[in-house]
């Protein structure tokens, strides 16, 4: 299996970005910009396609690396977000997210989250999931509760969105022998 691409009929496909992917991911982050923004720090550097399609070689060659895992999230082949694993290190990955307002609040993302742990584990190749989420970041929050992530601590001063820091939730899942732990 090359980990290139995971579709969940009948809807959802979760696929590594590729180059002319630059455009349509481009216009997303420009028009969700201002509501990711509130959450999340790197919407305000995409100012350009070049800005997009120079993120999308780095995406390519850490995931060839085994650094990192981005993949373009698609329901009914339009393009709705991104799933990730912003970090892989060992059997343990961080998970990142994000999804345009139009595909909000269907469960696009909880079940895209659930397809990426599930596609990993069932092979071995992670065991441990973590998610980190700003406290005031109610959406984010529930949807680690939702799928049985247990909250681990508190970083004060974790990230700095704008011109404000945010604590974060850290929130732990993990497989124990096929089984959750
Ligand atoms: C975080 C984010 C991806 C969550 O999106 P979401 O649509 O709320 O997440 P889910 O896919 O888990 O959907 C859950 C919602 O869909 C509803 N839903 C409908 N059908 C559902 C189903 N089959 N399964 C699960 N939830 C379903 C749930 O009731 C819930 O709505 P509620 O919160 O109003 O109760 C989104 O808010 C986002 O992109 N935010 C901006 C970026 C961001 O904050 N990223 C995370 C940084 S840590």
Redesign the pocket.
């Known amino acids: 299996m090359d980990y290139q691409e995971l579709a969940i009929p009948p809807s959802l496909r979760l696929s590594l970005p590729r180059e002319s992917d630059t455009g349509e991911l481009f216009a997303l982050v420009q028009q969700?910009k201002a509501?990711?923004s509130?959450?999340?720090s790197w919407p305000v550097l995409i100012n350009d396609a070049k800005d997009t399609l120079a993120n999308i070689r780095q995406n390519r060659a850490d995931f060839a690396d085994g650094r990192s895992a981005v993949y373009v999230v698609r329901w009914d082949d339009a393009l709705a977000?991104i799933v990730s694993y912003n970090t892989i290190n060992d059997k343990q990955a961080e998970i990142?997210?994000?999804?345009?307002?139009a595909?909000?609040?269907?469960?696009?993302?909880?079940?895209?989250?659930t397809a990426l742990m599930e596609w990993y584990e069932a092979a071995g190749k992670l065991d441990t999931f973590i998610?980190?989420?700003?406290v005031a970041?109610?959406?984010?929050n529930?949807?680690a509760q939702?799928?049985g992530f247990v909250f681990d601590y508190c970083q004060v001063r974790a990230e700095k969105i704008g011109d404000h820091y945010v604590d974060h939730n850290v929130y732990c899942r993990q497989y124990v022998n096929g089984s959750r732990g």
């Not at 595909?103 to 989250?113: H, L, W």
């Not at 970041?137 to 984010?140: G, V, W």
């Open positions: 969700e509501r990711l509130r959450h999340l977000g990142g997210y994000w999804l345009a307002a595909y909000e609040g269907k469960g696009v993302m909880s079940r895209a989250v998610i980190r989420c700003g970041n109610r959406s984010s529930r949807l939702r799928l």
